[in-house]
């Protein structure tokens, strides 16, 4: 099983800052197949960047993705309010599919 | 516009079986490349992925689950089931399927809470 690490699982931004999380996998993973997932307060998780850099629809242009092998990362240029969710990264190039335990993006 | 909704039985006691369905709209599971997961979240933690189903009708299970787990599917009524046998209190929790068609989950229901109690 490919074991996905987030961190930091907590971080606390104020607005206009610069944020970056990111995903560890335990075994290599094809960028194609690395995605993330933003999942506010009592709503369903959406798809947020897939294939490791592609915005999903809708999604604001400050937010971008990177990464290749077994590291990854999602970056916010200039955090907003409406940011504050959990982001969850998942890897979908061999089962089991797995998830990390998400990372929870606080507003100061 | 695609659209899915999970529904099952809200509450159940321990040893029972858990019965999901999820109806869904805006696409057909007898299109190639198309599938369905089902994905768990218990309150205020992260997300378990459950099973798979493919358009071909390929199944796959999350190992730590697979002897509980079946998903199936109805292709011409556009609806995914799955079963969980013998739960217990850990499977409470807000089960979501969602749409699989490019190796990522892009659209999402909104979710059914089950809770496992006596």
């Known amino acids: 099983e490919n074991v996905l690490t987030q961190s930091p699982a907590i971080m606390s931004a104020s607005p206009g800052e610069k944020v970056t999380m990111t995903c560890r996998a335990s075994?290599?993973?094809?960028?194609?197949?690395l995605h993330w997932y933003q999942q506010k307060s009592g709503a369903s998780p959406k798809l947020w960047i897939y294939s490791t850099s592609n915005l999903a629809s809708g999604v604001p242009a400050r937010f971008s993705g990177s990464g290749s092998g077994t590291s990854y990362s999602l970056t916010i240029s200039s955090v907003e309010a409406e940011d504050a969710a959990t982001y969850y990264c998942?890897?979908?190039?061999?089962?089991?599919?797995?998830f990390g335990a998400g990372t929870k993006l606080e507003l100061k | 516009q695609v659209t899915l909704k999970e529904s099952g039985p809200g509450i159940l006691q321990p040893s029972q079986t858990l019965s999901l369905t999820c109806s869904f709209s805006?696409?057909?599971?007898?299109?190639?490349?198309?599938?369905v997961g089902w994905i768990r979240q218990p309150s205020g933690e992260g997300l378990e992925w459950l099973a798979d189903?493919?358009?071909?009708?390929?199944?796959y299970y999350n190992p730590s689950l697979k002897s509980r787990l079946t998903i199936s599917k109805d292709t011409s009524s556009n609806q995914v089931f799955l079963k969980i046998t013998s739960v217990d209190t850990a499977d409470t929790a807000t089960y979501y399927c969602?749409?699989?068609?490019?190796?990522?989950?892009?659209?999402w229901g909104a979710g059914t809470t089950v809770t496992v109690s006596s």
């Open positions: 189903i493919w358009w071909d009708d390929n199944k």
């Open positions: 075994s290599s993973v094809s960028s194609s197949y």
């Open positions: 805006g696409f057909s599971l007898s299109t190639s490349g198309m599938g």
């Open positions: 969602a749409r699989s068609s490019k190796w990522y989950f892009d659209v």
């Open positions: 998942q890897q979908y190039s061999g089962y089991p599919l797995t």
